[in-house]
């Protein structure tokens, strides 16, 4: 993702295995991801990005890298 713009934020769902939110810096950044990324595949699975119905990650439990 960095590729096509700033990351902000990264979360990794609990409740869907395999999946993850990318907070994006801004929304060309956004189309650039999808428009690049979405219906390709890595490591042997095909990558569903859209846009998500959160516009921002909230805060909550982090973990330093």
């Known amino acids: 993702f960095?590729?096509?713009g700033?990351?902000?934020k990264v979360?990794?769902?609990k409740s869907k295995p395999g999946a993850a939110?990318?907070?994006m810096a801004d929304g060309y950044a956004v189309d650039r991801a999808i428009t690049h990324?979405?219906?390709n595949f890595m490591f042997g699975q095909k990558l569903n990005v859209c846009v998500s119905k959160q516009h921002a990650i909230m805060?909550?439990?982090s973990y330093g890298l």
């Open 21 to 23: 939110m990318v907070e």
């Open 2 to 4: 960095c590729l096509y």
């Open 37 to 39: 990324l979405n219906n």
């Open 6 to 8: 700033n990351v902000e």
């Open 11 to 13: 979360k990794f769902m």
């Open 59 to 61: 805060p909550g439990q």
